[in-house]
């Protein structure tokens, strides 16, 4: 549309985004129930009647014309997504983000790599539908960014063939510390009357992992897939006009930077040091092939040890500190010789150690033959089933594919000097 006055132009930062059909082959996602979104955020609902509703509520209509961007091309097409660059670095899951892409279907896509199903997975929806602000001129996709707060809205935008039933107003909040805040001003339908068929139906947050195979085992280099390891959703039914929800971040093992931290922070648990990457993770993040790549879980799980019994029984303790990668004993040798040697001790303690060095040599040996078969046979069954394992959840239990998925977002320009970057997509429910 080039016919648009300048006020409802976007203005720069502006990305020209290229869609790699082929960059993944599918979506592998879990659902999860409201009590398992506990983990990485923690999130309250509040009513039209709670004081801290209208607390949360940005009213960009208050805010000075310059502040506020009508985003010309998502306000006047349907099934269309848009990059937009922060001004700050944004915590998501415990990953920085700095760049995120708007969609006019009332979700925003927070994924590091573009592909063909944005609405399955990596997403902050404060009400995902079949949205198309083509329909009236009244309708827009409007944000505003002021360093510490990045605000979309999307106003008095309608659904598609059901355009009667009236108009919608809401946006999402994204603060600089990581809390996401869903505002609904205007609600007209239910939520759970809104029908999925022509494009998913979601409310809440989504994060996932790309994990890839080996070039060997692959006809196509490029194929890669996505595992969702965690999604919030909430209760639908609490969505009504003037209504508002606040997520709140909760600590991750990610922003540990310090091998003394990671292993003894309070604030975090089922943390681990690589220091190879000199990075804290629990291996399951958006770094997780990186992390099986560089054999993290190994150095984490063998780098920390400890072996001891009593002085008085003259074994020789060794302490393996968590955050070094030598042996510092704990007791020397000339510590324990407090009194002429007993030779007949020193050879029966001697074939007791012989003893359990041998077995834990044979445990060690087994196991990491155990993991290189793992990580050598991904797409193997058991050792799959074995990688995917976390907890009482694991992957996947319900499958996105690109095949027989109708084109549900499309490529388009912007005529002029400049060009907008959109996303093509494709509707897999």
Known sequence: NTNQPDSLQMSPPVFLLFVDSLSVNNVLVNGFSQEDSQRYYRWQSFGPADGRTENLWVDLNNLHKSQVRIHGILSNTHRQAARV????????YGHYLRQIIVATGGFIFMGEITHRMLTATQYIAPLMANFDPSFSKNSTVRYSDNGNLFVVQWDKVRLKDREAEGPFTFQAALHKNGTIVFNYREVPVPVEKINSTEHPVKVGLSDAFM???SSSQLSDSKQ?????YHRVEIDTTKIVSRSAFEFLPLPTCLQHTSCDLCLTSNLTTGCGWCNTLQRCSDGIDRHRQEWLDYNCPEEVR???????????????SFFLHHCSSHITPLVSLSDLQTG??????????????????????LLVALTLLAVYYINTHPTVAPPFYLMQRRSNNY???MK?????????????ELGGHEKEGFIEAEQCC
Not at 85 to 92: I, Q, T, Y
Not at 224 to 228: A, D
Not at 400 to 412: D, L, M, P
């Open 85 to 92: 660059a922060l001004s700050f670095d944004f915590p998501f």
């Open 211 to 213: 994990a890839s195979l």
């Open 224 to 228: 890669r897939t996505i595992y969702e």
């Open 302 to 316: 063998f780098s920390t040890g400890f072996y001891s019994r009593d002085v008085s029984s003259r074994f020789i």
């Open 340 to 361: 002429p040697p007993n030779h007949k001790g020193i050879t029966e303690n001697t074939a007791i150690i012989a003893g359990v060095v041998a077995a834990l040599v």
């Open 395 to 397: 992957w996947p239990s």
């Open 400 to 412: 996105f594919r690109n095949q027989g998925c109708h084109s549900s977002y499309a490529e388009v």
